[in-house]
């Protein structure tokens, strides 16, 4: 049986992501934005940034196949669904669960970068910060988070914990880094 120990709050979260979401709304100052989830884990943080985004607020969503169930970054990003609009000349906020490797969003910037937006900004949640091979930060982070397995509030395991409230470390005898 796995074992949880809750690492950030339902709270804590809650009062972060409005502070990211105020500071997006004053960044922005009345422009329009577009928010990019990379789906699947980013879809609860999308949810509850937007509300906390007082401007013109349109969704998309992008996914990409990397680590799958695996616990090892394949090294090797596919995409799965790209965007349905093009983003030229939008103010363009990429939103994402967690930020490890940059691998993943390394490759979503670039093919998002191609559609010429106004502006590009990454908003990330959870940042391992020790765990970054490629040179890539986010604007907007909610948490810097030590290497350790995390589940909840949006990420999973094999497809499991998406819909805890709080972050929690995943702990077990088996070889989950
Ligand atoms: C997670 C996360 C990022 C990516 C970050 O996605 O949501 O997309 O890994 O890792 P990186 O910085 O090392 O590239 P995952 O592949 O687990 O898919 P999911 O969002 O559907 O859970």
């Known amino acids: 049986m796995d074992k949880l120990r809750v690492l950030i709050t339902h709270r804590q979260i809650a009062a972060k992501v409005a502070e990211m979401g105020a500071s997006i709304t004053a960044d922005f100052a009345g422009e329009p934005v577009v928010l990019i989830g990379v789906l699947k884990g980013a879809t609860i943080f999308l949810a509850d940034l937007a509300r906390h985004i007082q401007l013109d607020v349109s ?11 695996a616990k090892q970054h394949s090294g090797v990003v596919r995409l799965v669904k790209d965007v349905d609009q093009s983003l030229e000349g ?30 590009f900004k990454i908003a990330a949640l959870l940042d391992k910060v020790s765990r970054r ?45």
């Open 59 to 69: 969704f998309d969503f992008i996914a990409v196949s990397s680590y799958g169930n």
């Open 90 to 119: 939008r103010n363009v906020i990429l939103v994402e669960d967690l930020l490890d490797t940059g691998l993943t969003l390394v490759y979503i910037k670039n093919l998002l970068q191609a559609h010429q937006p106004k502006s």
């Open 133 to 177: 091979s490629e040179p890539i930060h986010a604007d907007y982070v909610g948490f810097v988070i030590p290497d350790e397995f995390v589940v909840g509030y949006g990420l999973d395991f094999a497809g499991r914990y998406r819909n805890l409230p709080d972050v929690c470390v995943l702990e077990s005898d088996s070889d989950r880094a």
